[in-house]
Nanobody
Framework: QEQSEEYGGGAVQVGGSLRLSCITPGRTFKNSMTAWFRQAPGKERQFVAAINWAGGNTHYADSVKGRFTISRDNAKNTVYLEMTSLEPEDTALYYC???????????????????WGQGTQVIVSS
């Protein structure tokens, strides 16, 4: 299995919170990283947040900085995205994917990833 599986999406009101989970492929290595991306209808897939395998290095898109937190539990092969203070602009299909290499710069570009899951839908209404 190379694809990740995403869970935890839902419909919330503005200001609400959600926690997304990403079950990563079992075969991830210490030089790997995992990122969350999102895609709204009619828009290009957009970087949200990334974390390296050890969990000590993270990076966020400016639009979510201070509101979203990425973390991981390697014992569970799971990467989390804690989302707070949600806004309508956060409405999208959220995906996670893993690759080897550094977060910057390659990890910020969705084209650098090969295997994608089905995504989990987040809807934020006012």
């Amino acid at each position: 299995q190379e694809q990740s599986e995403e869970y935890g999406g839902g419909a919330v009101q503005v200001g609400g919170s959600l926690r997304l989970s990403c079950i990563t492929p079992g075969r991830t290595f210490k030089n790997s990283m995992t990122a969350w991306f999102r895609q709204a209808p009619g828009k290009e897939r957009q970087f949200v947040a990334a974390i390296n395998w050890a969990g000590g290095n993270t990076h966020y898109a400016d639009s979510v900085k201070g509101r979203f937190t990425i973390s991981r539990d390697n014992a569970k092969n799971t990467v989390y995205l804690e989302m707070t203070s949600l806004e309508p602009e956060d409405t999208a299909l959220y995906y996670c994917a893993s690759r080897t290499g550094a977060i910057i710069p390659g990890g910020l570009n969705w084209r650098s990833y090969r295997d994608w899951g089905q995504g989990t839908q987040v809807i934020v209404s006012s």
